[in-house]
């Protein structure tokens, strides 16, 4: 029986991680940790709150003593660090709030880990997992190889570069006090609980209210596509059977450009409002409701400043050492993404009635068409 502290759990890959755990490994004892910043949803956890599956503390990663306390008073052996800053362009917005979190707050925990767990951490099987970002390596040029874990760090934007100082304390913490930490860094997720301000559920929200589908630049920009599902398996094979010390990249090996993605949601919309009609009724303002193509939303908008061009991991290692593959064929994982936002109305209506609502203003009213 494994005792995990899942921090972030109130998040998009954090919510579908403690699903996923739960379900696979119903004798464990999960506690999420999250400081429900705006990102955080504790409607995306409540089934397991109120089925007793999981404990829910609110509370900040960067709060060292609590935290040495909550892993002492439950005796977890098990970290899965998903809290964080994680939006690009808010990064753009406010560098120094992805600093506190992904920097200090990621060192504060190692250093909680570091005095509730002792010296013989590794001998007693603890474990320091740290959930990281294929944003760390970089740009790639259209030929360039995909990203290894051999890869140089290069990151671009405050974001990645929040994440890249987290993964290099977090080694720092391993070589100097043994401390047992692995790292993951992945390719960009979808799929059910994810905040609209990313790409494809902003894009699948927008198309429901009538609202235009904002692609930065020419929309050629290429993104490595992975199911959360696949992520939250590629973890649980980390988490059960790598070796501490051990830095793996997880990859769908799908690269489309945005501006195909986007397309492919737009025409599934259509597909759904075809086959449904009670739809046009529930969403009078999106564009098959009106007659006209979902891509007909589209617009270009002012690019993103520093705008990575292409991502692409190599998963070879994970895939030789632990067996894993994704899964989830991009068309087949955007539809049911699809559907499950049509089925879910109440979890994001109460998003973006929100404070989000003002953000999504600001920021677009400034992406001006191109
Ligand atoms: P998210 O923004 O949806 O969720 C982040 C969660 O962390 C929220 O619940 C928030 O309340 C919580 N949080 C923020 N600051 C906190 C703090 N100081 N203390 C405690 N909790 C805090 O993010 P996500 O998309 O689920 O990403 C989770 C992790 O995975 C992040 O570390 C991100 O860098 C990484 N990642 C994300 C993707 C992706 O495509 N979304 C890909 C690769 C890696
Ligand atoms: O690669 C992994 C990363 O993927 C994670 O580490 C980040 O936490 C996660 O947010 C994601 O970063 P991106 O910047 O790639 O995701 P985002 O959804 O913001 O954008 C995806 C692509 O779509 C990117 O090329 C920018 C573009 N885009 C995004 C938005 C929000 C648009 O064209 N228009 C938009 O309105």
Excluded at 40 to 63: H, Q, T, Y
Excluded at 345 to 352: D, K, L, S, T
Aim: proline share 5%; glycine share 8%.
């Amino acid at each position: 029986m494994r005792r995990l502290l899942v921090t972030g759990g109130a998040g998009f890959i954090g919510a579908n991680f403690c699903h996923y755990w739960c379900a696979a490994h119903p004798g464990d004892r999960v506690v999420v940790l999250d400081a429900l910043t705006y990102a955080g949803n504790l409607a995306s956890i409540a089934p397991l709150i109120d089925a007793g599956a999981l404990r829910f503390v609110r509370g900040d990663i960067g709060e060292r003593e609590r935290v040495t306390a909550l892993l002492a008073e439950e005796s977890l052996g098990t970290i899965v660090n998903f809290a964080a800053e994680s939006h690009v362009d808010r990064s753009l917005e406010d560098p120094a709030r992805f600093l506190r979190t992904n920097v200090l707050g990621t060192q504060a925990l190692l250093d909680a880990a570091r005095t509730a767990w002792g010296q013989d951490a590794g001998q007693r099987g603890c474990r320091f997992h740290h959930v990281s970002t294929d944003e760390v390596y970089g740009s790639l040029a259209p030929t360039q190889a995909a990203f290894s874990e051999s890869t140089p760090y290069s990151p671009n934007s405050p974001y990645a570069a929040s994440k890249a100082a987290a993964d290099h304390l977090v080694r720092a913490y391993a070589h100097s006090f043994g401390l047992p930490v692995t790292i993951s860094n992945c390719s960009n997720n979808y799929g059910p609980f994810q905040f609209p301000e990313k790409l494809l559920p902003l894009c699948i929200l927008n198309l429901l209210e009538g609202r235009r589908l904002p692609i930065y630049g020419d929309g050629l920009q290429i993104r490595d596509w992975l199911h959360v599902s696949d992520h939250c398996r590629a973890l649980e094979l980390i988490l059960t059977k790598s070796a501490p010390g051990e830095t793996w990249n997880i990859g769908g090996s799908t690269q489309d450009p945005n501006l195909v993605v986007v397309g492919t949601v737009c025409d599934l919309v259509d597909a759904a409002f075809a086959a449904e009609p009670a739809l046009a009724a529930r969403f009078p303002r999106s564009a098959p409701a009106q007659g006209r193509s979902a891509r007909t939303l589209i617009e270009h908008v002012r690019d993103r400043p520093g705008h990575d061009r292409r991502y692409a991991v190599d998963s070879g290692k994970i895939a030789r050492s632990l067996g894993f593959r994704a899964a989830t064929a991009l068309r087949a994982g955007l539809e049911t993404t699809v559907r499950w936002y049509l089925d879910h109305e109440a979890w994001w209506r109460g998003i973006v009635s929100g404070e989000y609502r003002q953000w999504y203003a600001r920021q677009y009213s400034q992406a001006e068409r191109t």
